[in-house]
């Protein structure tokens, strides 16, 4: 009985005795690294949005091109020919459409050879005057006589006039008839097909602004007197979580023709990297700041936000450092709610008087010494 018991109680003490060896010093090490290298944490309050009165309002719109060109012919045909598709990239000038311009071409070869008469016309004219004003200088003509030279002189230079009037006249119809791009950007829709009929007012190509977005949305009649032109705001795509700043840049004055609800124009910061992946066509939402308190919101002192950095994702949970009274890192667990231009609402599991972590200087863990910076 008594080799059954060492048996057994050797082994167990061996193992006790090599855990001890392999654990100890590492979990002694690791508490000294705490104690010698605390954490640096900047403290902060959250945010009671009645308190303060940061009340913010959200509106959807729809991204959409600075500038868009609905581009038609002054000048009625058949399309000759169609340069572009849609989709493609065009600079200022690019030829899009050509109008059939072969009896403009014809007039315009009529009128130089008008121009060839006119003007043999007048070098005989000439002539005849210089002539005329020699021997009018000898008394050898009358001045009669020379007034009639004179005069089918200016009237072969009126005529030169004319034809050189009524051709630039025909060049300008003839470059109506090459539809050109007025500035940089893409073709989004093409109308024209070879052989349609071209009139004057109907689009033929559109043209877009690709560099150039802004976000149009509409502020109902409650809101309005609450935002400013130049006022930043904050936008985020609906299908991802992009979000940039942008700035009011146009407020209708007038509601009469949208129901109450005033057109906004938002232009986003082009700086922002994102901002160039972005497309005409997305929806966004623009959550906007008021300028004026809701004093509605005075009583609803339990709604508190906080900065979105500040909180931390653990899979499908959402917690905040909190500092313990022994200078310790807490984890809290928190419900959030609405998003406000980047501060979260805490709706449990912090308290408006309880600071929590806004930032620290190297990487929190549960439990992790602290210093208040």
């Given at each position: 009985?008594?080799?059954?018991?060492?048996?057994?109680?050797?082994?167990?003490?061996?193992?006790?005795?090599?855990?001890?060896?392999?654990?100890?010093?590492?979990?002694?090490?690791?508490?000294?690294?705490?104690?010698?290298?605390?954490?640096?944490?900047?403290?902060?309050?959250?945010?009671?949005?009645?308190?303060?009165?940061?009340?913010?309002?959200?509106?959807?719109?729809?991204?959409?091109?600075?500038?868009?060109?609905?581009?038609?012919?002054?000048?009625?045909?058949?399309?000759?020919?169609?340069?572009?598709?849609?989709?493609?990239?065009?600079?200022?000038?690019?030829?899009?459409?050509?109008?059939?311009?072969?009896?403009?071409?014809?007039?315009?070869?009529?009128?130089?050879?008008?121009?060839?008469?006119?003007?043999?016309?007048?070098?005989?004219?000439?002539?005849?005057?210089?002539?005329?004003?020699?021997l009018l200088a000898q008394g050898s003509a009358s001045p009669s006589e020379y007034d009639q030279v004179k005069l089918q002189l200016d009237l072969a230079n009126a005529r030169i006039d004319q034809i050189e009037h009524s051709r630039r006249e025909l060049n300008v119809m003839i470059a109506e008839t090459q539809v050109r791009s007025p500035f940089d950007g893409s073709i989004t829709r093409v109308y024209a097909e070879v052989g349609n009929l071209a009139t004057p007012g109907t689009p033929l190509v559109v043209v877009e602004s690709t560099d150039e977005l802004v976000l149009r949305v509409e502020v109902p009649e409650s809101e309005i007197s609450n935002i400013d032109r130049k006022q930043s705001v904050l936008i985020q795509l609906q299908h991802s979580k992009d979000t940039v700043r942008g700035t009011v840049d146009q407020i209708n004055p007038s509601s009469g023709l949208s129901g109450s609800q005033y057109d906004v124009e938002i232009l986003p910061d082009r700086k922002a990297p994102v901002v160039h992946t972005w497309k005409a066509g997305m929806y966004a939402n623009a959550q906007i700041r008021k300028l004026r308190c809701d004093t509605s919101f005075a009583s609803s002192l339990k709604r508190i936000v906080v900065p979105r950095s500040a909180l931390v994702e653990r899979g499908q949970l959402t917690g905040i450092y909190t500092v313990s009274d022994g200078g310790k890192a807490v984890l809290r667990w928190v419900r959030t709610g609405k998003e406000y231009a980047g501060q979260v609402e805490v709706l449990s599991g912090l308290n408006v008087t309880e600071s929590f972590v806004r930032e620290a200087d190297s990487r929190l863990f549960n439990g992790a010494a602290v210093t208040v910076k």
């Open positions: 009985m008594i080799r059954i018991k060492d048996k057994f109680v050797i082994p167990v003490a061996l193992t006790i005795l090599l855990l001890s060896v392999a654990c100890s010093p590492n979990e002694e090490k690791s508490a000294a690294e705490q104690e010698l290298s605390p954490v640096e944490v900047r403290l902060e309050k959250p945010t009671a949005l009645g308190e303060t009165g940061i009340n913010y309002f959200s509106v959807s719109g729809k991204l959409e091109s600075d500038r868009i060109a609905h581009i038609s012919s002054r000048m009625m045909g058949n399309v000759a020919r169609v340069f572009i598709r849609e989709g493609k990239k065009v600079k200022q000038g690019d030829l899009l459409v050509q109008i059939h311009s072969n009896d403009l071409i014809a007039q315009r070869d009529r009128i130089d050879a008008s121009m060839a008469e006119a003007r043999a016309a007048q070098a005989n004219a000439k002539l005849f005057h210089d002539r005329f004003q020699a």
